[in-house]
Structure formats: structure tokens, C-alpha cells
């Protein structure tokens, strides 16, 4: 964009042209002109800007980030999706952010019943196939069953259901669970988180762990099947809170395993910090 600077000239021996520098931008003359006669006191110049050096990745805008639900809506059927993907959720089976919405870990939450509420995400199939990932929401409930969120196929190994089971937080890609020893059914808000890890392909024993207040949790039990590989389907859009009784906070999905140092930053409210100063590896593609 063309600059405007103010041009004058001195006159006799070692006659020279002054330009007023404009504050912030710099002027460009062409050497070795001659300019004679200059009576204007005006004059377009190219001018150029320091251009600002990039901003730092953190967890807020980390590219793995593919979707990430705030529920902090107080009216409507929207979820509105924070990560600049568009993967909106949609309220069902009587929920609405009008009549569900509660104070949450952080802003608002969303409350489901654990019958009928349900969200969907249409076109959005997760994380799929043996790519790495990880899951990580604040929840509060007193109930003993219920998801989280889940996508996938309906066959052994296809399917990718992060939930509660017996009380506790866990994973089960329909053949073989894994859950965690520490109840999370008491009514209380905490942030838990699943993370599977690269494997070729990963099971539930060797990749996957998880993770309860931003601490690693000590598994309780895994099921049979437990190296049944993980080979997340792509039938099934993503849904949260089937038959989940409680509300739910900060839903997030990153296509790559976060470490622990991120885990405990998002634990700790602490997603913008620039991912070098959590984690010597930093964002994956």
C-alpha cells in the first residue's frame, strides 16, 4: 500500500534531496536518479511494515485439535464447535442448552438425563482407523454407566466408546475395556482424559492410558480381548452423552496422543501455553 512522505531539497554545492521518515515504515528511493526542478512537496512511496513474527501453538489452536465442544451456549440446540473444524453438535431427544444448561468446570456445562438426551455431530466420524488420539472432558455425575462420546462401527474392534463403566471413566473399542481403579461417579467434577498411543496396529493393553485430574490413573481392569487391535469404523457419526447422567464440560478430541506435561496443562486450565513449554515433542500433524 503506497505511504505518503514529505520531500525537500537543499540547493548549492552537495546539493541533496530530504525525506521525512513516517514513524513504523520504511522509505525506498531508486539510487542513482537524478531528480531536477522538484517542486512538489509530496510524494507516494513504497512503504513496508515489519511483519509480526508467528504466534506460538497452543493447545487452544494445535492443528491435532479436530474438535473441541465448550457448552457454554445458554439457549438453542448448537454446540457450537471451537476448534474452526464446523463440527457442530446438535441437541436431540428433548435437550436444549434453554433448559440444560448448568454452571460448569469452566463457564457454562451441559446436563444430559441419561435416557433421551443425546448430541450428534452429523458428518463428523472422529478419529479413525489405528491413528493415534485423544479424548479429555470435564465431567460430573453419580452415575455408575453412560458415554462420554463414541463413533466408529458396529464391530469387535470398530468401535470407539470412552465412558463410564462400573463407576469408573474407560475406553472399549467393542471387544476388550479398559478402565481406570478411582471412581469418578461421586458427584464431583473431573477432568479425565484417554489417550491411545501409535501402534501397528494399538491394542488397549500396550497404547492406550488414561488419565484422571491431570494425573496418569492406575488401571482397575481390562477386559478379554484386551490386544483385540483398535480399528476405529467410519460408519457411525460421533455422538455425546448417550445414556450419560450428569453434565459435561471443555469436550475435546485431538487426532494425536497428548503427553502427560498437556494433560496436566489442560487440567490446570492452562491451554495457552505455547506447546514448547509443555512437551519437547510439540503438536504432531
Same mark, same amino acid.
Given at each position: 500500500m503506497a505511504r505518503i512522505a514529505r520531500v525537500s531539497r537543499t540547493h548549492g554545492p552537495g546539493a541533496r534531496l530530504n525525506v521525512a521518515r513516517m514513524s513504523g515504515h520504511r522509505v525506498m528511493l531508486w539510487a542513482g536518479v537524478a531528480i531536477v526542478g522538484l517542486t512538489c512537496s509530496r510524494l507516494a512511496l513504497t512503504g513496508a511494515q515489519t511483519p509480526r513474527p508467528p504466534q506460538p501453538v497452543t493447545l487452544d489452536t494445535d492443528p491435532a485439535l479436530v474438535a473441541w465442544w465448550r457448552f457454554d451456549e445458554?439457549? +438453542?440446540k448448537t454446540a457450537a464447535d471451537a476448534s474452526g473444524h464446523k463440527h457442530h453438535g446438535t441437541l436431540d431427544g428433548g435437550l436444549s442448552f434453554d433448559a440444560h444448561s448448568a454452571p460448569g468446570r469452566l463457564g457454562r456445562a451441559i446436563c444430559l438425563d441419561g435416557a433421551s438426551h443425546i448430541i450428534t455431530v452429523p458428518g463428523f466420524k472422529g478419529v479413525t482407523g489405528t491413528q493415534p488420539r485423544t479424548v479429555a472432558a470435564w465431567i460430573k455425575t453419580s452415575n455408575r454407566a453412560g458415554e462420554i462420546v463414541s463413533w +466408529?462401527?458396529?464391530? @469387535? *474392534?470398530?468401535?470407539? =466408546?470412552? +465412558? @463410564? =463403566? %462400573? *463407576? %469408573?471413566v474407560g475406553v472399549t473399542p467393542k471387544g476388550g475395556y479398559l478402565y481406570m481403579k478411582t471412581p469418578t461417579d461421586d458427584d464431583a467434577w473431573h477432568h479425565v482424559a484417554v489417550v491411545v498411543h501409535e501402534g501397528s496396529p494399538p491394542n488397549l493393553h500396550d497404547h492406550v492410558k488414561l488419565f484422571k485430574d491431570g494425573e496418569l490413573a492406575e488401571i482397575d481392569d481390562i477386559g478379554l480381548l484386551d490386544l483385540w487391535p483398535i480399528e476405529t469404523g467410519s460408519d457411525q457419526d460421533v455422538s455425546i452423552g448417550r445414556r450419560f447422567n450428569g453434565c459435561l464440560d471443555e469436550l475435546r478430541i485431538y487426532q494425536r496422543a497428548l503427553s502427560e506435561e498437556e494433560i496436566k496443562a489442560l487440567f490446570n486450565l492452562q491451554t495457552d501455553r505455547p506447546l514448547t513449554n509443555l512437551s519437547s515433542k510439540g503438536p504432531q500433524p
Open positions: 445458554t439457549s +438453542g +466408529g462401527a458396529n464391530e @469387535h *474392534g470398530q468401535m470407539f =466408546i470412552v +465412558g @463410564h =463403566i %462400573r *463407576g %469408573r
